[in-house]
């Protein structure tokens, strides 16, 4: 009998879900109870056995078992029960609410080492919590992560007790795999005073987001954006303007266009003014092209004859080492004010700056990026 209870035991740990007909392991466990209840206990076992046999989480035959076992003074109810509570918390079902609380006291009852041995595990995954807290960066992630799997906390714990970096560090990897921002992580950002949020933008602490290929729009006329740039892998750029009316596609909609996302940032020399220098076309409004190494400043072209709003680079300026360069972008009326690490680069006072677009924080490439702030004026 106890080589019996080992085997099934071990078809219950090693076995996947995978490898289950469910719905015919539910069929047997409902049989099982019918039995049971009519006084057919080793009929009653044998068709839970057969439910193990095809789920081998199948969570009534494992606690029906447990109980069984439990009457019979079965020293495998201990180990049945244990397992019980893994499967229902991993399943968090309202309706197991009462047996989970009843596993839970009878382990408690048959093993006097099981509250301990669950107060070091939660104290394990305390800890767990308080090493990711303080070196918050990929290779100490993955390596908790690994833990969480190996020990299967997230079955073993309760969900209150389950280490906190868990699910964010699981919604970034989801977020990373759809190229898409995370609910939370979009209300943040709305929060910033951004209407529209586009790419991708992973959380790495507080105010502080990667972004690849990542969008920010506010459709206001007067305003001001803030960011500041961290030293990063990455080596990419931020676009950031204002009257961003002057993408190929912008906002266009057209079929085949690719929706707001800005000029082909490739083609610099597309056509120009009659005898005057060629079009900057890889910025869609007035402001700067901001990356760790420098920063890229346009405005208005004060010496074409013709008038054009078209933005055009005003001048490079090339930024010192540092962990991170803070830019500014303010635009009021015919005024606009561009600022790199709170000196100003360029100031640009002129009728011709064109009234319309919105404010666009657009990312080429990735970058770290800490506090990317849009306030209306």
């Known amino acids: 009998m106890k080589l019996v209870l080992s085997l099934v035991l071990g078809l219950i740990l090693i076995a996947g879900a995978s490898a289950a007909d469910r719905a015919s392991a539910d069929g047997f466990a409902a049989a099982a109870i019918m039995q049971i209840s009519k006084g057919n206990v080793e ?15 199948c969570t009534d035959a494992v606690f029906e078992l447990a109980k069984i076992f439990d009457k019979e003074n079965n020293a495998s109810a201990l180990d049945f029960y244990l397992r019980s509570v893994a499967l229902m918390n991993k399943d968090k079902k309202p309706t197991d609410k009462a047996r989970l609380a009843e596993a839970e006291r009878r382990v408690k009852a048959l093993n006097t080492f099981a509250p301990r041995f669950n107060q070091a595990v939660e104290e394990y ?11 918050n960066e990929p290779a100490t992630r993955d390596v908790a992560m690994a833990r969480v799997h190996d020990m299967d906390l997230i079955s073993v714990l309760p969900a209150e007790k389950v280490p906190k970096f868990y699910a964010s560090v699981a919604a970034e990897k989801e977020a990373r795999e759809k190229k898409q921002t995370t609910p939370e992580v979009e209300r ?3 929060a910033l005073g951004w209407t529209t949020v586009k790419g991708l933008f992973i959380k790495k602490g507080n105010g ?12 206001r006329q007067n305003g001001r954006i803030e960011f500041t740039l961290h030293k990063h892998d990455g ?3 931020v676009y950031a303007t204002a009257r961003s009316e002057f993408g190929s596609n912008n906002n266009s909609g057209e079929e085949g266009g690719d929706k707001g996302r800005g ?10 003014d009659f005898f005057r220098r060629p079009r900057d076309m890889s910025v869609e409004g007035y402001g700067i092209v901001a990356s760790m190494k420098e920063v890229k400043s346009y405005g208005i072209d004060e010496a074409n004859r013709f008038g054009s709003k078209d933005p055009y680079l005003l001048g490079t300026k090339q930024l010192p080492e540092a962990p991170k360069h803070m830019f500014v972008v303010a635009a009021m009326e015919n005024n606009i004010d561009l600022y790199a690490d709170n000196a100003r680069e ?32």
């Open 125 to 135: 995954a305390a800890d767990l919590d308080s090493i990711v807290k303080r070196a």
């Open 346 to 377: 360029a100031k640009v006072s002129s009728g011709k700056v064109s009234q319309k677009g919105p404010f666009v924080l657009d990312v080429n490439g990735t970058v770290v990026i800490e506090a990317p702030r849009f306030t209306a004026q």
């Open 208 to 219: 502080i987001y990667e972004s690849t290929e990542g969008r920010l729009e506010a459709n």
């Open 263 to 272: 000029r082909d940032r490739n083609n610099r020399d597309r056509f120009g």
């Open 188 to 190: 943040e950002l709305r």
């Open 43 to 57: 009929q009653g076992k044998d068709f839970l056995y057969k439910a193990l046999a095809n789920d081998a989480d």
């Open 235 to 237: 080596g990419g750029s």
